[in-house]
Each structure stands twice: as C-alpha cells, then as structure tokens.
C-alpha cells in the first residue's frame, strides 16, 4: 500500500563527521538519538576524515545499531586516500546508500536524489572555463556534477524531492566562512537544477563555519547540516531534524 503523501516523514541529516580510527564510541548517542526521532538519515559527505579503510570500518561499526534507512554521498575527504569505492563498499554492508547521481523513491513518497558537487563559487564570482586547460577541468567538474543533479531529478517522480550534496549550492549558508574559501566551498552551477526541478530542500555539509540556512533564487531551503556547525549550535544534539 502506498503511503498517503499528506503524512509527514521525520527527516535527519548530518555531514562532515570525519570518523577517525580512534572514534569508537563517538556516534553511538547520535545513532540512539536518530532512531528515536527520524524516520529516515541523511549523511552529506566528509564521512571519514582521510577516506581510508580502516575509517570506514570504524564508523560502520558506529551506525551498526542505525535502525532507520540512511543514504549518503561523500565528501572531499572521502576521496584523500584513494579508496572512496572501498568506503562505499563498508557502507554498503549496514545497508547505507551511496549516491552519486543516482536518485531512489522512499515510501513511495520522498524522492532523494544525491551528488558530492564541487567548488567554483557563486553568481558572477563564479569561475569561468578560459585559459589554462587545468583551469577548463576544474570548472567542468562542477559542471558534471550539475548534470548528473539535473538528470537525476529529472527523472524522479515523486511528491516530494530531496536533494543531498556535500558542496553548497548557495552562498547564503556560506557566508560566515572566510571570504578567501568560498569559491571552494561550492558552487551556484548546483543550484539551477534543484529551483528547475523542484526540490522541496536541500542539505548539504562542508561548511564548518558557515551558516545554517538560506534558500535559492526560487525559495528552496538549503541546510548546512555540517556536524561541526550544529555542535556549535546545540552540543546535544548534533544532527538536523525536520518534517516534510
């Protein structure tokens, strides 16, 4: 039976948590908190710190007891060590889906569509594809990961779309950063798929120091779901809970 999309679901989202090799007992209370409190996880990237295996395998262990379905895309961490398909792979045994331009529907309700994003800036500050040909590869990174958004969620119906990144697509949540990072920390190239897709919200993580909220051009809300940002704001409770 499909489930009557007039129900609100408890969404939990949280990102940059740099699982280390000594973190053994770091997340357990998180992992309690979300099971008592969510209906479904969303981790947005910088899961490990160094992207090794043996990261992966430790935070696997500490979302072992994770009741709740949970999906994520990884950071630039993730991808340090050269291992990112191997964290995948550790993920993948508790059930954690990866997503990388892939999108899925939960409930037959909730349409969640994932991708890491990348860098570039924002608005006119936004680097252009001219000169020097590593100038062209970093700029058309930013640019893949805009299409592989917009052809995930163009192909997803559902009632209600969530998009997850590591990257900011907007400068709103970013802002408090220092303003000599910014064009690192994401990219307004990943924001036009989600106002012409209609997104109903977006998390992402990456900002340490940035801002928990804003919105885009079209008013879609974007939440900095960065663990280091929301410890700052409630050492309690260090995840993001909503209802859609």
């Known amino acids: 039976m499909a489930r009557d999309p007039s129900l609100k679901l408890r969404l939990a989202a949280v990102g940059d948590l740099h699982c280390r090799e000594h973190d053994q007992g770091r997340f357990r209370h998180m992992v309690k908190q979300i099971n008592d409190s969510a209906d479904i996880l969303f981790l947005c990237g910088d899961l490990t710190d160094h992207g090794s295996i043996a990261e992966a395998r430790v935070l ?9 379905p949970c999906a994520a895309v990884l950071g630039n961490h993730d991808y340090e060590s050269g291992h990112a398909m191997e964290v995948i792979q550790e993920l993948a045994k508790i059930k954690i889906r990866c997503l990388d331009g892939e999108a899925f529907v939960f409930e037959k309700v909730l349409g969640v569509v994932g991708v890491k994003g990348f860098g570039g800036g924002f608005g006119r500050g936004s680097l252009q ?29 559902a009632p209600k ?4 990144m590591h ?19 994401g990219s307004s190239r990943l924001e036009r798929p989600v106002d012409d897709y209609g997104a109903d919200v977006v998390f992402h993580g990456h900002a340490h120091h940035g801002d928990p ?3 885009t051009e079209r008013g879609v809300p974007v939440y900095n779901v960065a663990m ?17």
């Open 213 to 215: 909220e804003s919105k």
């Open 228 to 244: 280091p940002l929301l410890t700052r704001l409630n050492p309690e409770k260090r995840f993001f809970t909503m209802e859609l």
């Open 161 to 164: 779309k969530v998009v997850l």
């Open 129 to 157: 594809a001219f000169g020097e040909a590593q100038t062209k590869a970093f700029v058309q990174e930013a640019v893949n990961e805009s299409l592989k958004l917009e052809t995930a969620l163009g192909r997803l119906d």
């Open 167 to 185: 990257y900011a697509p907007v400068l709103g949540t970013i802002e408090s950063e220092p303003v000599e990072i910014r064009p690192f920390m």
């Open 60 to 68: 696997v262990e500490e979302l072992s007891a994770l009741h709740v």
